[in-house]
């Protein structure tokens, strides 16, 4: 059996699934002030007389990072960094740099070596830092500098953690990679403590199985690998409900799908029955990093979201107070409004009406107040869609491929999931004269998300035939060659075989079947007009997706 845990806004829901069929779901309120209270609430409801010996791997997706980026509860991070020349990254970055000498240039070849007294300074001005984060340009192409520094960052500092900027990333874009090392340690302690909480709670259960993290690009780590890499685990909730909807129901027509939970609405563009990745990464607090990332966007419209009026006019989130009415909170929502107007049957009717009344206009009735809540909502997710198609539409074209071949994303189907969608995908989907599905299993899809989700890893890696050597930023391996014999499909092969080291590393050998082949590049290095050898670059991943269709048993909750 797999067991898959959400951790959304409102509700924390839990799945297990067998033999692709769904045979044990629940639901709890969201716990916000100790998010484990409400995962082991759910957990004990959905093992009731279930042997939780058999469960074979269980699955979690969490906001514990992305709770503690929104609200600032995060950790100062002494962040030493090795630009060498050219962009000045400052105001560009989140925290305080500490810009240190030595640099590498684009070929990996040291031009400048790092001081030891250098950072021995820095260190004894950030005494009272416990996590630190270590990013050198052209790292990617030779992390040594980057491993040099960290081990006197370790000597003199002596943090609880440090991250590389190679550890999160092997890809060129220097920007990117210094603000997932930075959020990346930010969030190191509180996710950590997260995590060892989690474990125990489910050896309290026998659960012995291994224990995995969603990520942002639908893939799954195991969970002692993501203590040292939890930048991975934001945005997993939206992650989740696009893994949830490719096991239950997988698009075939270009497709939009709205995961309407209690607190947001999160969009999801499909292309080919599959989810369209966003091109540049993760953003956090409007900075980019590198963090693999479907292309999301939330919109603050869900079942909890407070309705009210503002100087006559009626308002609709993004903010909640609590339930709503219908659910024995204080304060109208939409909820309440779904509930009056027929659309659910769930909740008080009596208190759902009391509530439209509390918005209503001396001339109105709580069904019309009802119904002028719900085409507002509506409304608003439906903005959120087009300009996200706007967006799409407006991306910059960089192959010659997508130019020729590439067609405006023009959706022909709305896919509805999560608490909120029976009453309002449908209301969306006629705006946007747009064929609708909600598929069975749409109110634990991001519990089912998370259990079905295959376990998924990278690496990159990049070799100089001048120089005989490759790289593997994110194992720090620099392995050399001979220099006349190698080529790119060797270079292919040697991916292979360290993407199969790293995933064994992880407890993830039998997905390592399901790779693929990201990103190739081949280029001749010429001197004297002659060609003196190759430059060449593979990225290679377990492929982010599903283990199996998921079914929903006719009694899903």
């Not at 989740?240 to 497709?255: D, F, N, R, W």
């Not at 259990?451 to 001048?466: C, G, K, M, N, S």
Request: glycine share 8%; charged share 20%.
């Amino acid at each position: 059996m797999l067991l898959g845990i959400d951790v959304g806004g409102t509700f924390t829901d839990a799945v297990l699934i067998a033999d692709g069929q769904v045979v044990a779901a629940a639901k709890t309120p969201t716990t916000r002030q100790s998010l484990l209270n409400g995962v082991v609430t759910v957990i004990d409801k959905v093992l009731t007389g279930v042997d939780a010996k058999k469960i074979r791997r269980a699955s979690l997706s969490t906001t514990i990072v992305t709770n503690a980026l929104v609200e600032g509860k995060t950790d100062k991070v002494a962040l030493f960094l090795l630009p060498g020349p050219g962009l000045n990254v400052t105001g560009l970055i989140p925290g305080e740099a500490h810009f240190l000498s030595g640099y590498t240039d684009h070929r990996g070849r040291e031009q400048a070596c790092p001081a030891e007294a250098e950072v021995a300074a820095v260190c004894r001005k950030l005494e009272d830092h416990e996590v630190a984060a270590v990013a050198a340009k052209f790292a990617v192409r030779n992390p040594r500098q980057e491993h040099l520094v960290t081990d006197w960052v370790n000597k003199y500092l002596q943090p609880k953690h440090v991250t590389l900027g190679t550890q999160v990333s092997g890809s060129l874009n220097y920007l990117r990679r210094i603000n997932s090392a930075y959020y990346n340690s930010a969030v190191w302690r509180i996710f950590s403590r997260f995590a060892q909480a989690i474990e125990a709670a489910l050896a309290e259960r026998d659960i012995i199985a291994p224990v995995y993290i969603l990520k942002a690009d639908g893939g799954t780590l195991p969970l002692t690998t993501a203590k040292s890499t939890p930048v991975e685990a934001i945005f997993t909730g939206p992650a989740a409900s696009v893994l949830g909807i490719m096991a239950l129901t997988k698009p075939v027509e270009p497709a939009i799908s709205l995961d309407m939970g209690g607190t947001t609405t999160d969009i999801a563009l499909w292309q080919h029955g599959m989810p369209l990745f966003a091109p540049d990464g993760a953003r956090v607090k409007d900075y980019p990093t590198a963090v693999r990332s479907f292309c999301l966007r939330s919109v603050g419209i869900g079942g909890d979201s407070y309705v009210r009026r503002e100087n006559g006019l009626l308002a609709v989130g993004p903010m909640r107070c609590g339930p709503a009415m219908a659910n024995g909170g204080l304060a109208p929502a939409v909820t309440d409004a779904l509930r009056v107007a027929g659309l659910i049957d769930y909740g008080d009717i009596g208190l759902a009406r009391q509530a439209m009344e509390k918005v209503a206009e001396a001339t109105q009735t709580a069904a019309e107040a009802a119904w002028e809540t719900l085409r507002l909502a509506a409304a608003t997710v439906c903005q959120a869609v087009r300009d996200m198609l706007a967006e799409q539409a407006a991306r910059p074209v960089y192959k010659v491929e997508e130019l020729v071949t590439g067609r405006p994303f023009k959706p022909e189907l709305l896919i509805g999931v999560g608490g909120a969608a029976r009453g309002l995908a449908p209301l969306v989907a006629e705006q946007l004269e747009l064929p609708w599905q909600i598929p069975p299993g749409h109110m634990v899809a991001n519990a089912v998300g998370a259990a079905a989700a295959r376990p998924t890893t990278e690496i990159t890696l990049r070799a100089d035939t001048v120089q005989g050597f490759y790289t593997v930023p994110e194992l720090g391996i620099i392995q050399e060659f001979d220099k006349r014999r190698f080529t790119l499909e060797d270079a292919w092969t040697a991916a292979g075989t360290h993407l199969a080291e790293r995933a064994a590393a992880g407890g993830m050998a039998e997905a390592a079947g399901y790779s693929e082949r990201l990103y190739e590049e081949e280029f001749n290095l010429i001197r004297g007009f002659n060609t003196i050898g190759k430059i060449m670059t593979c990225k290679l991943q377990i492929k982010p997706g599903v283990l199996m269709p998921v079914q929903m048993r006719e009694a899903e909750l």
